[in-house]
Structures are given as structure tokens and as C-alpha cells.
């Protein structure tokens, strides 16, 4: 399995950034996509979270401004990023799993598989 995170640099705050992650290896349609973000000294954090059409989650820091989406015949998740803030610097993952609890979907130790992260940078 592999997941491949695209679409990371350096932005303005208030701009617009996408990041793809395409799978394979996997039943893409069958996995639930999650994109963590991380700075250096903190864990691991859920930015948001796509099952289908009906099941997503964001985290409250990007809720309005952030919008996750899948395309299952690419294999491929996006994260739509507007209204860039500097505290979204980090390195962005995306993760997936196809027996997550959705109640559970907050947590980086449920997810079985990782992309390599991309680093997006808001300059302020």
C-alpha cells in the first residue's frame, strides 16, 4: 500500500492551497481518509476526515475554511485549504483505514496506513 501526498509549498496567508494523496495498493472506496497536519514538538493533529459523501469531520481551527473530498475512481482525497492562516504551517499527512470507528477518527494510532507528508508554509 501507498499513499502519495502532493501539492504542499509556500503560500500567503489568505491564500489557497490543494493537496492530493492517491492510493494504490488498497480498495480505495473501502477506506476511510484522514489528513493529519504536524509542527515540530507537537503530536500528530486530525484536520479532517472522509468516509463518503455524508461522513466528514473537521477539526474546529479549519471548519469553514478547510474541505476534504475523495474522487474513489482515481484512488485520490483532496484538502482544500482557503483562507490560509501561519498557524497552518506544518507538514500535512494523509492516512487511511478501512475499519476505523468514526468515533475514533481523531486519533493518528487508529489509521493503518501513511503517506510521507507534505509541508505546507503560510508566511504571514
Known amino acids: 500500500v501507498q499513499l502519495q501526498a502532493s501539492g504542499g509549498g509556500l503560500v500567503q496567508a489568505g491564500g489557497s492551497m490543494r493537496l492530493s494523496c492517491t492510493a494504490s495498493?488498497?480498495?480505495?472506496?473501502?477506506?476511510?481518509m484522514g489528513w493529519f497536519r504536524q509542527t515540530p514538538g507537537k503530536q500528530r493533529e486530525l484536520v479532517a476526515v472522509?468516509?463518503?459523501?455524508?461522513?466528514?469531520k473537521y477539526a474546529d481551527s479549519v471548519k469553514g475554511r478547510f474541505t476534504t473530498s475523495r474522487d474513489n475512481a482515481k484512488s485520490t482525497v483532496y484538502l482544500q485549504m482557503n483562507g490560509l492562516k501561519p498557524e497552518d504551517t506544518a507538514v500535512y499527512y494523509c492516512?487511511?483505514?478501512?475499519?476505523?470507528?468514526?468515533?475514533?477518527?481523531?486519533?493518528?494510532?487508529?489509521?493503518?496506513?501513511w503517506g510521507q507528508g507534505t509541508l505546507v508554509t503560510v508566511s504571514s
Open positions: 492516512a487511511a483505514d478501512q475499519n476505523l470507528i468514526w468515533g475514533r477518527v481523531q486519533f493518528s494510532s487508529e489509521y493503518d496506513y
Open positions: 495498493g488498497l480498495t480505495f472506496r473501502r477506506y476511510t
Open positions: 472522509i468516509k463518503d459523501h455524508s461522513s466528514i
